[in-house]
């Protein structure tokens, strides 16, 4: 009856995962809790898992703390829930914990570990981690490889980044829009739409990521027509509806080159709200131009909108 109690219990959680409902979890935990089955080790990962993936890291912490048998299911958990709000240094020092503990890597270890790398800018740690990815066998893991371009571009070593793209023998359009958003970060627009062609050659259709890197390029480059052009292609062509990221390099790249009021229009045109980083990339653009009738009328919709929001709460 137990073990049907805690499948039971574990397929609760599953769902609570799935949904990533929170208050649902958090009255499955109270009944497991009640039901005394709180300490066996499946339901403490389950609980960990879940609770890592609705970005409550402070009990997934306490639980993962007092479980016994911490496997690398449970710390891949850990690593990979701080890694997805940014808390960097916290999921370094998992894995580190990890290691001292002699568990084994698998294929979700990688990933999260070099994301966070990416974002602490850590290249060096970033090279020891590609050597245990090549020690252990994970070198063909089309995920991990992924990871690793990521973090290469992003701490400005584009050369192994690319070694890494040219030697993966599978690709998926993470893998193109990872070393593509590489190049484009660092402004070399040329490679960009270079490997943009060869992603529509090798029959890759381009998602919203793979745009927002290319307008990004044409962004920093000053490729204002280029930039309008793919923007216009998005939707017709590939199907790909605008979101706030394309909307907001648009209104950042027109607004260096100096076209504020055809920024200002482009917002007008926006379906869903603008967010704080849009109005001040055009503000922004206003002071650089002295473009002052436009900043009075973005502060006044960004007033109205302030005052709205704190009359509604």
């Known amino acids: 009856m137990r073990t049907l109690d805690i499948t039971f219990c574990a397929s609760l959680i599953e769902s609570c995962t799935s949904s990533k409902n929170l208050r649902k979890l958090k009255q499955v935990h109270a009944k497991i809790l009640i039901a005394g089955i709180s300490y066996h080790d499946f339901i403490r990962a389950k609980l960990i898992s879940s609770y890592a993936t609705c970005s409550q890291m402070h009990e997934a912490a306490y639980i993962f703390s007092v479980t016994n048998r911490q496997s690398t299911f449970l710390y891949n958990s850990m690593i990979r829930g701080y890694a997805s709000l940014n808390l960097f240094r916290d999921s370094i020092n998992i894995y580190h914990r990890m290691l001292l503990a ?120 000053g490729l204002t027509d280029m930039g309008r052009g793919f923007f216009e292609m998005m939707e017709w062509r590939f199907k790909v509806k605008p979101g706030l990221e394309h909307y907001t390099c648009m209104v950042d790249m027109l607004a260096r080159a100096g076209h504020v009021e055809e920024a200002e229009a482009l917002i007008s045109r926006i379906e869903v709200e603008p967010d704080d980083v849009l109005w001040s990339a055009l503000l922004g653009a206003c002071k650089l131009h002295g473009k002052m009738e436009v900043a009075e009328r973005v502060a006044e919709k960004v007033y109205g909108r302030l005052f709205s929001n704190l009359s509604v709460s």
């Not at 994301?115 to 252990?136: D, E, F």
């Not at 890494?164 to 998926?172: A, E, H, I, L, Q």
Request: charged residues 15%; neutral net charge.
């Open 102 to 221: 002699g568990k084994q890597h698998d294929a979700h270890t990688f990933p999260s570990v070099l994301k966070s790398c990416a974002g602490l800018s850590a290249l060096h740690l970033g090279r020891r981690v590609h050597v245990a990815v090549l020690v252990h066998g994970f070198s063909t893991d089309v995920a991990t490889s992924n990871a690793l371009i990521t973090m290469y571009a992003k701490c400005g070593d584009l050369s192994t980044a690319r070694k890494v793209f040219d030697g993966m023998s599978v690709k998926n359009l993470i893998t193109w829009s990872a070393m593509i958003s590489g190049y484009g970060i660092h402004g070399i627009s040329g490679e960009v739409f270079h490997l943009f062609e060869k992603m529509l050659d090798a029959g890759e259709s381009p998602d919203g990521v793979t745009f927002t890197a290319i307008l990004v390029a044409c962004s920093h480059g």
